[in-house]
């Protein structure tokens, strides 16, 4: 069972570029996130999906967007890279948050903008 | 919206010492609470959860936490640690929507 996967693992781009960042979760969660992890600020949330189809924002979605085509995954994307973005990203899933509580989290991906 | 203070970044322990990290939240109404862990290298995984009942809940590894409602405070305890609990302890808030917000994490080193 790989529960929550995500690729790559490791990326460097060049300011201005693009990319995605790919989650895959198989354990037929409804609710996925992407959460940022920065220095001495913790895990901020950037987007979530509460199920196939919808997509909302966090606390920090600016210069990222996010699609939930398939109901195990959830792709974040970096239109144009800024260093700001610069950090290590977290997938994460849950079933029904209010009920188990328990997010299921990938390994997550470090990116690195110059 | 709803904040989550952790009020130790970094915390150094020898061996068989105790350890107490605070957690206070600033939102008035039900709340879920959570620690999580994230040891070097590793994603993050639940340590211990409070939803309602007794407000001293028991997680994994030895690790304890108390909710003080009054106090708007989940501090995760345990009495005895090791080498082994170094890593960065996150406390988390769901007001029972779809989401979860984190602290900034402690950072807590176990020397032997």
């Known amino acids: 069972n790989a529960g929550v996967t995500q690729t790559p693992k490791f990326r460097v781009l060049k300011t201005g570029q693009s990319m995605t960042l790919l989650c895959a979760q198989d354990m037929n969660h409804e609710y996925m996130y992407w959460y940022r992890q920065d220095p001495g600020m913790g895990l901020r949330l950037i987007h979530y999906s509460v199920g196939e189809g919808t997509t909302a924002k966090g606390e920090v979605p600016d210069g990222y967007n996010v699609s939930r085509l398939k109901k195990q995954n959830f792709l974040l994307g970096l239109e144009s890279a800024a260093p700001s973005q610069t950090s290590v990203y977290f997938c994460?899933?849950?079933?029904?948050?209010?009920?188990?509580?328990?997010?299921?989290f990938g390994e997550g991906s470090r990116l690195t903008v110059l | 919206a709803q904040s989550v203070s952790q009020h130790n970044h970094h915390v150094i322990l020898s061996e068989a010492a105790s350890l107490e990290l605070g957690c206070n939240y600033s939102y008035g109404g039900t709340v879920n609470l959570f620690w999580y862990v994230q040891y070097p290298g590793q994603h993050l995984q639940l340590l211990l959860k409070y939803f309602s009942g007794d407000p001293l809940v028991k997680g994994i590894k030895g690790f304890e936490a108390e909710f003080i409602k009054s106090k708007f405070s989940f501090n995760l305890r345990k009495p005895s640690v090791q080498w082994s609990d170094t890593a960065e302890y996150f406390c988390a808030v769901n007001v029972q929507d779809y989401k979860l917000s984190f602290g900034a994490g402690t950072t807590v080193t176990v020397r032997a």
């Open positions: 994460a899933s849950t079933a029904l948050l209010g009920a188990t509580g328990e997010l299921f």
